[in-house]
């Protein structure tokens, strides 16, 4: 199910994640202090291309991360193998992907700049 | 006391296609083993039981079984560390063939798929050397020694492969002895089949399926450890995979 490029790929984004994962809640905690509202957030993020590059990493390493995960899963409980298992792996991938990207253009794409 | 107790056992008695557990009752004796109990019962209870054993002091791996739901050596399990202490008897035992292989007979299984893999883990020594090159040095207390010493006393008894849940949902994966040994290979300077050694454990089926959840190396009659081992074989097949390996 894994082999050795998988198990790299996984561990890589882990390691990504580590300070994406800490910035993001350090942030949001921050950010929160005295009360927060949609706008506020669109004006920080909007037309950032830092916010855009953080979640983008952040999107992208957790796609990866998720789905290579769900594949050991899947083929230790589901018992999937072969055609069905790379289908299922590509899909998760593409899926996360897809949703998180979509965020992330939501909140940096446009805006005042 | 003791030698008019009886020991309650439930024997898994069948094949390949199915089966179901028998119950026998064992006089229980001093110092008696589970292999004893074994024996007892395919000696004078029921001729057609079928076993397996060959030396009985722990050297040869051929006897290992499920007893009370896990992987042990009976001839070296004795019946009161695991038949637990159940008031006016001599307490309770129940023997099942290994976990994770196929049964061929009652508590026989098939050990094929078991060796199978440690073929396809690259478990054989490859020469470097012809036999009349001089006597490889190797120095005892080499950290690559170290590391093959401390998984070398393995004797193939297939209990970490019955213990392991990673083996028992995916068949494909080469299980703990297989990579265990692989990983004594690995740490051998005199054996010259490193790279394929590595692209074996770093196949599909190889060491990076390993949850590193441990149940080999507790249960493990010789106390070796394969979870460490794989884990330095991930080591070495990462290194290899970044050409970071000599």
Redesign the interface.
């Known amino acids: ?8 790929l996984q ?1 890589l984004t882990a390691l990504m994640m580590i300070p994406l994962v800490l910035g993001h809640l350090v942030v949001m905690v921050y950010a929160v202090q005295g009360g927060l509202t949609a706008a506020e957030i669109l004006s920080r993020t909007q037309g950032s291309l830092v916010w855009g590059g953080f979640y983008g990493a952040f999107v992208l390493a957790a796609s990866i991360h998720g789905a290579i995960g769900l594949r ?1 899963i899947s ?3 589901l018992g999937l193998r072969g055609v069905g298992l790379t289908a299922l792996s590509w899909g998760v991938f593409l899926t996360l992907l897809l949703l998180g990207v979509r965020a992330v253009y939501a909140v940096t794409a446009g805006g005042p700049a | 006391m003791l030698e008019q107790s009886i020991l309650a056992t439930s024997v898994w008695r069948g094949d390949a296609e199915g089966g179901e557990f028998q119950r026998f009752e064992v006089p229980r004796r001093d110092s008696q083993t589970v292999l004893d109990v074994v024996t007892h019962i395919q000696q004078e209870l029921d001729p057609s039981l079928a076993y397996r054993f060959a030396c009985r002091v722990g050297m040869c791996g051929s006897c290992a079984m499920m007893v009370n739901g896990v992987p042990r050596w009976t001839c070296r399990t004795h019946v009161s560390k695991v038949s637990g202490n159940v008031s006016g008897g001599g307490g309770e035992l129940q023997i099942a063939p290994l976990r994770n292989l196929p049964v061929i007979r009652d508590l026989v299984v098939d050990m094929a798929p078991f060796f199978d893999k440690w073929t396809a883990a690259e478990g054989v020594f490859r020469p470097s050397e012809t036999r009349a090159a001089p006597m490889a040095k190797v120095q005892p207390g080499s950290p690559a020694r170290a590391a093959a010493n401390a998984g070398i006393e393995c004797i193939n008894c297939a209990v970490c492969y019955a213990a392991c849940d ?1 083996v028992a ?2 068949t ?1 994966y080469l299980g703990p002895a297989a990579l265990n040994r692989a990983w004594t290979l690995v740490n051998d300077a005199r054996d010259g089949g490193q790279a394929e050694r590595i692209d074996a454990v ?5 060491c ?2 390993c949850h590193s959840m441990g149940s080999c190396a507790q249960f493990c009659p010789n106390a070796l450890n394969p979870t460490a081992a794989i884990a330095g074989l ?1 080591r070495e ?2 290194k ?3 050409g970071w390996r000599r």
């Open positions: 199910m894994l082999d050795v490029r998988l198990y790299l561990r050991a083929a230790e409980v | 990673v949902g995916n494909d770093s196949s599909e089926g190889g990076h399926n991930k097949t990462v290899a995979k970044l």
